[in-house]
């Protein structure tokens, strides 16, 4: 079984909508961790937002906030009020246990999110 | 503040040569870890280095090998190239001892092999 499944290949949202993404996961372990990542046509992977599997309150980043739903195995990323900067690849990660780093991280497949005028 | 870079940017290879890749952190930074991102893929553990040691490794062959320096900077190195290498290689960065903290990702280098 996957242990990252991001289900739509690609979205689409209108300018200053707001916008889900899934990502649901599967790990056996207690501690973890979930991040979402934004990949520009550029390549870069840059960090959105991160939710601990002990943390009680779902995660929020300006803009972007983690709906965390711990016995669903969910952790969708919510963009408020779409910009046109947002069109990028997105991609749901998960650490797994406790390595002291959070270097190994497991990634879904991306969803690409198109925001349209 | 440097952030995390990576040199080449792009780079052709003809199938069984050899190829290196560099990497230096961000600034603060011991930990380097690599990635392969196959296109239309998520990115793939390759392996991780502290303290100029390989202490993870993903599912790639011994074909993928590294170093780290006492800089904290890194090399990749493939060996005996494959069409299928063809990707974009992406160096992390990381501090030990914060799991919680997100990786930091250079521009990665797009190889592509012939």
């Known amino acids: 079984a996957q242990k990252i499944t991001q289900t739509q290949p690609g979205m689409f949202v209108q300018e200053k909508e707001a916008v889900t993404l899934d990502c649901t996961y599967d790990?056996?372990?207690?501690?973890?961790?979930l991040f979402w990542y934004k990949q520009p046509s550029s390549g870069e992977m840059i960090f959105l937002i991160y939710?601990?599997?002990?943390?009680?309150q779902n995660a929020t980043e300006g803009r972007y906030s983690l709906n965390f739903q711990k016995a669903r195995k969910s952790a969708n990323l919510v963009i408020s009020a779409s910009q046109l900067g947002d069109s990028a690849m997105y991609f749901c990660?998960?650490?797994?246990?406790?390595?002291?780093?959070?270097?190994?991280?497991?990634f879904g497949t991306g969803t690409r999110l198109q925001v349209t005028l | 503040d440097a952030g995390v870079t990576q040199s080449p940017t792009h780079l052709i290879k003809t199938r069984g040569q050899q190829v290196t890749l560099r990497c230096s952190p961000k600034?603060?930074?011991?930990?380097v870890s690599w990635y392969q991102q196959a296109l239309g893929q998520g990115p793939q553990f390759i392996f991780q280095?502290?303290?100029?040691?390989?202490?993870q490794r993903g599912n790639f062959p011994d074909r993928f090998s590294g170093h780290q320096f006492p800089n904290y900077s890194s090399e990749l190195n493939v060996n005996a190239l494959l069409l299928g290498d063809s990707a974009l290689y992406l160096c992390?960065?990381?501090?030990?001892?914060?799991?919680?903290?997100?990786?930091?990702f250079g521009n990665g280098t797009r190889l592509t092999v012939t």
């Open positions: 992390a960065s990381s501090r030990r001892g914060s799991s919680n903290s997100p990786l930091h």
């Open positions: 790990t056996s372990d207690q501690s973890y961790g």
């Open positions: 939710q601990g599997s002990y943390d009680e």
């Open positions: 990660a998960m650490r797994e246990g406790w390595a002291g780093t959070a270097s190994k991280l497991t």
């Open positions: 600034s603060g930074h011991d930990t």
């Open positions: 280095y502290y303290e100029e040691e390989e202490r």
